[in-house]
Nanobody, 124 residues
Framework: QVQLVESGGGLVQAGGSLRLSCTASGGTFWSYAMGWFRQAPGKEREFAAYISGTGGITYYTDSVKGRFTISRDNAKNTVYLQMNSLKPEDTAVYFC?????????????????WGQGTQVTVSS
């Protein structure tokens, strides 16, 4: 019932910034905690950031802490990922996901709905 669409990916130089957006349709967006995951070619999908339904609680994986910021605007049914000080190792397809099941908030198995992904490429 929930559809998620990411946007904002692209090609940037190391040290640059990018803001990803994920817009939801269907369901009650404000009732879902949301996460951002990323997947590089040949690698497993990994957790990047989490935000609770109201936006009051956030978590980040250590590799992005201090550089990335997750936020949401429930009136616009949108969650954002602001990425600063980008590094080549941040290159990946980035996915947003809605949590509608039990499981770890840091695991893909803890989320039920997924967007199609948006490519982020960071050049040196």
């Amino acid at each position: 019932q929930v559809q998620l669409v990411e946007s904002g990916g692209g090609l940037v130089q190391a040290g640059g910034s990018l803001r990803l957006s994920c817009t939801a349709s269907g369901g009650t967006f404000w009732s879902y905690a949301m996460g951002w995951f990323r997947q590089a070619p040949g690698k497993e999908r990994e957790f990047a950031a989490y935000i609770s339904g109201t936006g009051g609680i956030t978590y980040y994986t250590d590799s992005v802490k201090g550089r990335f910021t997750i936020s949401r605007d429930n009136a616009k049914n949108t969650v954002y990922l602001q990425m600063n000080s980008l590094k080549p190792e941040d290159t990946a397809v980035y996915f947003c996901a809605a949590r509608a099941t039990y499981g770890s908030i840091r695991s893909a198995q803890g989320y039920s709905y997924w967007g199609q992904g948006t490519q982020v490429t960071v050049s040196s």
